[in-house]
Structures are given as C-alpha cells and as structure tokens.
C-alpha cells in the first residue's frame, strides 16, 4: 500500500502515522503468522518422515519436495525481475537465499527476505532433526520437544548477541535475520508436535477455542500499543523489542491460530470458494505482487488520493488474475510432474494435484 499512499502523503503527519501505525505493524504481524502457520504445516511432515521413521533417503526426499514446491516459481519471477528491473540491481545472492546478510542485496527483490527464512529453515531444521536421532539413537515426544525448545532458546540468545555486537537495527538486523527467526517458525513446529504426541491437550486447547481468540487479539492489540509508543529508532535501541518481543508475538499467533484450526466454513458456497482460491494461489500473490505494485506505481503519477486508490485497486486485481493463470499453467503443471515421479510421492502413488493447495 505504501506504493499508492506513501506518494500521497509523502512527509506529511497522516503519512507518517500510517506507516508506524498500520502499514508496518500489519505487514509484521501478517508474516509472523505465516512463520508460525508454516511451521505448524511443515512440522507434521518432519515428525512422521524425518524424526519418527526418518532416514537420509527420506530427507532427501523432503527437500525435492519442497524445492519443488517452492523454487520453480521463485526462479521464474526472478528471472522477470532481471530481464524488466524496477529495483536494485541483481545480486547472485537471491538465487541461493544469501540476500537477508546483505541489506543491499536484499534490496532488489524485498519481499522474499520471509521465503529465505522459510527455505533455511527446510534446509537446516529437518538435518537437525534426523542428525539428533541419528547420533543419539533417541525419538519420541521428550526428545522431539528437546530439539524445538533448544532452537528457540538459541534463536533467543542469537538475538541477544546480535543486540550487544551486531547490527543495531530492528527491522534488516534483527527481523530479516535468517537464524536469529528460526524459533517462529519452530512454535508451529511444537503445536504440530502437541497434535501429534499429546492429542488430548491440543483437543483441550480447541475446546478453549474462544478464550484463546479472545486471549490473542488483546496480545495484537497490546502489541500494537507497543508499535504505537516505539518510533523505529525506540525499536532499534529496545533490548525487548528485538529480543523477547518476537517470542511473546509468535505466541500470540499461536494462539490465535489454533483459535483458528478446524472452524466452521461459511454457508456460502461462492465465499469458501474464494477463500479456497486465494489460499490455493497464495504462494503466486507473495511472489508476484510487488513486482505488479511497483510497475503500476511507476505507470501513474500518484498525486492525490483518488489516483492512489485507483493504483491499489488496479495492482491488487491484476496481482490475483495473474497468479490465478501462473498457479494454473505453471505451478499446477509443476506440482504433478512432482507427484507423478513415484518415489517423490509420500505414498508412493502416482497423484493429481490439480485441486491441491500444493503442500
């Protein structure tokens, strides 16, 4: 939004106060949830096919799968990306994830900072995973929780280091920062972990489905608050903000997912089926949709706000028609060359995944 609005209200107090207020705390609070429900999503597969009954043949077999998943398209639009440049200049770094080290680097695509920490944590937890059942011999809950609570205590720590020694930044210095983000991702992790070992507590958890809603949208709005007192330069210099903030608030997402988990559809056919559509060309809107915002932007001359509404509503529906073509001819098509190689498929059976969200 800020490449319609920001133009418009470009140093002026309303401007000013949407980007601390609304912009950047509802961009942060979306990802957040995202690691967590990433984390929640991936976790099961780890416990039944890497920790429970895992093998170096089963890890490999993990990371085509989600390299499958997730790089086809990434490569693509970062291809776009360097034939029709609109940012920063290309970077080698991007093609391997390196781009969250280098804040320049970073630059020429950022919005992919959240897939890098997503595609290192494929890369590193899993290894963890089976190398500590491997070398100690040793599965079942204590041990799996062991590993997820280790991770977060030395996430922790890392965020501590990097506040006394590294670079003093909220945002590029502690946010993006691959191994300092990794325990978001593990409290996903540990619910899929409660679901699969402990049944009956995560049943209880659902039972308690309505406090926990209630319990979670008053920790967004106290850490809202929190945004709304700190300016970016109170963030940088807070030991809190940039330490066990990132804790309380994937704690929050926890709940408010699990809040979440199994409620009831709407009636309308024609909703679910919109909100099944965008969740099945999700991954297609993150990648694509700042590259559409950035053209449309450079396109019109953002000087009042009916041009910036106009400029958001034109980028956001071109965004969604686009990703509903390229989720059609280039993931789906990609999804089932995936299922279709036999040894890839978690079953073992040649699958159709032309209806699958694809994971």
């Known amino acids: 939004m800020t490449f319609f609005f920001g133009p418009v209200f470009k140093d002026t107090l309303i401007g000013k106060a949407l980007v601390r207020l609304v912009y950047y705390p509802f961009g942060f609070y979306g990802v957040e949830i995202f690691f967590v429900l990433s984390g929640f999503l991936i976790g099961r597969i780890i416990i039944k096919e890497i920790f429970e009954q895992g093998n170096w043949r089963n890890l490999l077999n993990f990371y085509i799968r989600r390299w499958f998943r997730t790089l086809p398209l990434y490569y693509l639009v970062m291809l776009v990306i360097f034939l029709y440049p609109t940012g920063a200049e290309f970077s080698w770094t991007n093609l391997l994830f390196l781009q969250n080290f280098n804040s320049e680097d970073l630059g020429y695509y950022p919005v992919t900072w959240s897939l890098s920490v997503e595609e290192w944590f494929y890369f590193t937890i899993p290894m963890v995973m089976l190398l500590y059942t491997f070398l100690l011999k040793n599965k079942g809950p204590k041990t799996f929780m062991t590993i997820c609570f280790g991770i977060i205590g030395i ?75 700190h ?104 999804m089932n060359l995936r299922d279709n190689i036999k040894f890839l498929s978690r079953d073992g059976v040649k699958r159709d995944v032309s209806k699958a969200k694809g994971a």
Not at 203 to 213: F, Q
Not at 264 to 288: A, C, D, M, W
Not at 323 to 328: A, E, I, L, T
């Open 231 to 334: 300016n970016r330069e109170a963030l940088n210099s807070s030991f809190f903000s940039r330490t066990i903030y990132f804790n309380l608030v994937s704690i929050i997402c926890s709940m408010f997912m699990v809040s979440m988990d199994g409620i009831n559809l709407p009636k309308n056919k024609r909703l679910v089926k919109l909100i099944s559509t965008i969740s099945i060309i999700s991954y297609s809107l993150y990648l694509l949709h700042f590259k559409i915002y950035a053209i449309v932007s450079d396109i019109l001359t953002l000087n009042n706000l009916a041009i910036g509404i106009l400029g958001y509503l034109l980028a956001l529906s071109l965004t969604i028609v686009i990703s509903f073509f390229v989720n059609k001819y280039f993931e789906i098509p990609v």
């Open 155 to 229: 996430s922790l720590a890392l965020r501590i280091l990097m506040y006394f020694y590294g670079e003093q930044s909220f945002d590029f210095g502690t946010r993006k920062q691959v191994f300092l983000r990794m325990d978001s991702l593990i409290m996903g992790v540990i619910l899929a972990g409660v679901k699969f070992y402990f049944e009956d507590i995560y049943n209880y958890l659902l039972s308690k489905r309505k406090k926990l809603l209630i319990y979670s949208l008053f920790g967004f709005i106290l850490c809202e608050i929190w945004f709304a007192i």
